[in-house]
């Protein structure tokens, strides 16, 4: 197949599943035209496969605001016309769904189905927010297929967006070949020089995160036990984490590492993962951790209970239970329960979640809808 894929490149984990998806499609012979702003982050080689198409929108001075979702429609329909692609996959609801429609509407009456992945944020947010309601329900609505990234949002998508509407749920899902424990004792030590327990958060450090909830439970855990902390990420709540970490008095047992390029290789070196987020509607940290054999804590919100089975690799809290937390921090940690939390992980990770078995219900939903009659929804 020839597949268009849109997504936000830089930033947040749509555009890494985006990337990773379309990476696997290309090794899986497919031919892969990813159209975005700028090359996506995680995007390592181009080659026969996969090719990358940027969108210019030209800024004018009346635009005080350059409209992208034009230039992206506009440059979509020119990629789909020199390279016949046979559908477009959009990351993220807003505004790609909506640029992939005005594609479609632009290029008939040649064909060009449109599917849309929900990852979260496009609905639980920005989706329901009043000034983009309308427009992500109608982007889902006209959309050829939709999936969500766990049954918690396509429930919550089907309650608040479109009870008639039919989605797909299509899990995250990683590549437990690449993605898994290496051994890198020298950079364990740099942290954790006299054996300390290694706790890790990876984000981008939004509100919706709680990181100062990471560092109060981190505090509580390094009274009882020798335990570091590292933060793995960047944004806007960075300053008021760091200030707290200060006031703690912890600061030399938290390393704010800022964004990394192999996360792979520092969750190697952790033992629990903490991610206490508001919302989260998959939890794509969560599984890069497991892959890597490390357990997680969580707050029981959105998808991640369909990831974390308390008791088994990890353990979930109400959100904002900072004592729970701390204590089920230390019950994983413990020499005794630690070596079966992180089989666990790992095996809960390549079990439900591995690259070689998310990938084909992709290809597969691809041809039942281009198999579909195109259907012009109300
Ligand atoms: O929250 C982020 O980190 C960014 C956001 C995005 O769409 O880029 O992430 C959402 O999509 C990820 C990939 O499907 C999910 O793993 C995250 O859980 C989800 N974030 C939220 O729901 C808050």
């Known amino acids: 197949m020839k ?103 632009m290029l008939r009456p040649r064909r060009l189905p449109i599917i849309t992945t929900l990852h979260g944020t496009d609905i639980t947010l920005v989706g329901r927010d009043h000034s983009y309601l309308s427009a992500t329900r109608f982007g889902i609505r006209q959309s050829d297929g939709v999936t969500a990234v766990s049954e918690f949002l396509r429930k919550a998508t089907l309650r608040e967006f479109c009870s008639d509407c039919e989605i797909r749920t299509i899990p995250n899902f990683i590549d437990t070949q690449r993605v898994r424990r290496l051994a890198s004792p020298e950079l364990r030590a740099r942290f954790a020089p006299h054996g300390e327990k290694v706790l890790v958060h990876l984000s981008n450090f939004r509100p919706l995160k709680r990181i100062t909830d990471v560092i109060r439970v981190f505090e509580r855990v390094q009274r009882e036990i020798p335990a570091v902390l590292i933060m793995i990420g960047d944004g806007v709540e960075r300053s008021n984490a760091q200030h707290l970490v200060r006031e703690l008095g912890i600061s030399s047992k938290v390393f704010f590492v800022g964004m990394v390029g192999m996360v792979e290789s520092y969750l190697s070196v952790c033992d629990l993962m903490l991610l206490l987020s508001e919302t ?24 991640l209970p369909e990831l974390v089975s308390p008791g088994c690799n990890g353990h979930l809290y109400p959100l904002g239970d900072i004592d729970g937390m701390a204590q089920g921090a230390l019950e994983i940690l413990d020499d005794s329960n630690l070596k079966r939390f992180m089989k666990n992980a790992r095996r809960c990770a390549v079990k439900s979640f591995s690259i070689d078995k998310i990938v084909p219900r992709y290809e597969d939903y691809y041809r039942e809808v281009l198999q579909g009659e195109p259907c012009p929804c109300p």
């Open 3 to 105: 597949i268009g894929i849109t997504c936000y490149p830089t930033y947040g984990g749509s555009g890494i599943v985006a990337t990773e998806l379309g990476q696997e499609l290309a090794r899986r012979s497919h031919e892969v035209h990813f159209i975005s702003s700028s090359l996506p982050l995680r995007l390592m080689e181009l080659g026969d496969h996969i090719f990358y198409h940027e969108v210019e929108p030209m800024s004018y001075p009346l635009f005080e605001h350059v409209p992208y979702d034009l230039a992206l429609a506009t440059k979509t329909v020119d990629v789909v016309q020199t390279h016949g692609l046979d559908l477009l996959h959009v990351h993220y609801a807003i505004p790609h769904s909506i640029s992939g429609y005005l594609a479609r509407e």
């Open 280 to 303: 989260e509607s998959f939890g794509l940290a969560a599984l890069e951790a497991m892959a890597c054999e490390v357990p997680v804590v969580a707050t029981d919100v959105g998808g």
